[in-house]
């Protein structure tokens, strides 16, 4: 079973923006934050309030009198639990990905096998070795007008120079 996320994002401006977040007092969102980050670690929470107070570690009282529509407003309460949409989502989200990015590596692991097994050499793709493919596009260049018409620069240019030449030419010398 692979492991939880260990964090989710919370973008502090949109929720301070949020009207029911700015109407809570202060003793709503103590209960609100603690739902919340109950919610992403355990998934859900007891709809029931006396549990729910033992759950957060809040006063009965506390709790009766903090869960209000505002802090609700976060939550889905199906009667035996209250979860967290936008956190189940996000969650699922980071689970898909996750699941992608194991198919993606799955995926790249064999074609990497595949290739290394199509190639003995290990040969970088586009390498020009002496091949029979290689050899006959040389020869074919070799017998062609372009090389026929410019063979003599070709040929200077292909063979090694010496350098002093060079800084002779470059009046580095």
Same mark, same amino acid.
């Given at each position: 079973?692979? $492991?939880? =996320?260990?964090?989710?994002? *919370?973008?502090?401006?949109?929720?301070?923006?949020?009207?029911?977040?700015?109407?809570?007092?202060?003793?709503?969102? =103590?209960?609100?934050? %603690?739902?919340?980050? &109950? *919610?992403?670690? !355990?998934?859900? /929470?007891?709809?029931?309030?006396?549990? /729910?107070?033992?759950?957060?570690?809040?006063?009965?009282?506390? @709790?009766?009198?903090? /869960? #209000?529509?505002? @802090?609700?407003?976060?939550?889905?309460?199906?009667?035996?639990? +209250?979860? *967290?949409?936008?956190?189940?989502?996000? $969650?699922n989200e980071l689970n898909e990905r996750?699941?992608?990015?194991?198919q993606g590596g799955i995926k790249g =692991?064999? +074609?990497?096998k595949e290739k290394s097994l199509g190639?003995?050499?290990?040969?970088?793709?586009?390498? /020009?070795? &002496?091949?029979?493919?290689?050899?006959?596009?040389?020869?074919?260049?070799?017998?062609?007008? @372009?090389?026929?018409? !410019?063979?003599?620069?070709?040929? &200077?240019? #292909?063979?090694?120079?010496?350098?002093? %030449?060079? $800084?002779?030419? #470059?009046?580095?010398?």
């Amino acid at each position: 079973m692979p $492991r939880k =996320a260990p964090a989710f994002q *919370c973008y502090a401006s949109n929720l301070i923006a949020d009207s029911h977040y700015r109407l809570m007092s202060i003793t709503e969102r =103590a209960i609100w934050i %603690s739902m919340y980050l &109950e *919610c992403w670690c !355990n998934e859900k /929470l007891p709809s029931d309030r006396y549990q /729910l107070s033992k759950w957060l570690g809040f006063a009965f009282e506390d @709790v009766k009198q903090g /869960l #209000s529509s505002n @802090v609700l407003y976060f939550f889905n309460d199906d009667g035996q639990f +209250i979860r *967290c949409p936008e956190l189940d989502d996000y $969650r699922n989200e980071l689970n898909e990905r996750r699941k992608k990015q194991t198919q993606g590596g799955i995926k790249g =692991a064999r +074609i990497k096998k595949e290739k290394s097994l199509g190639q003995p050499n290990s040969e970088p793709e586009g390498h /020009l070795g &002496e091949d029979s493919k290689d050899k006959d596009s040389k020869d074919k260049f070799l017998k062609s007008d @372009v090389y026929l018409a !410019n063979s003599e620069w070709i040929d &200077e240019f #292909s063979s090694p120079t010496d350098s002093s %030449s060079y $800084r002779h030419a #470059s009046k580095g010398y």
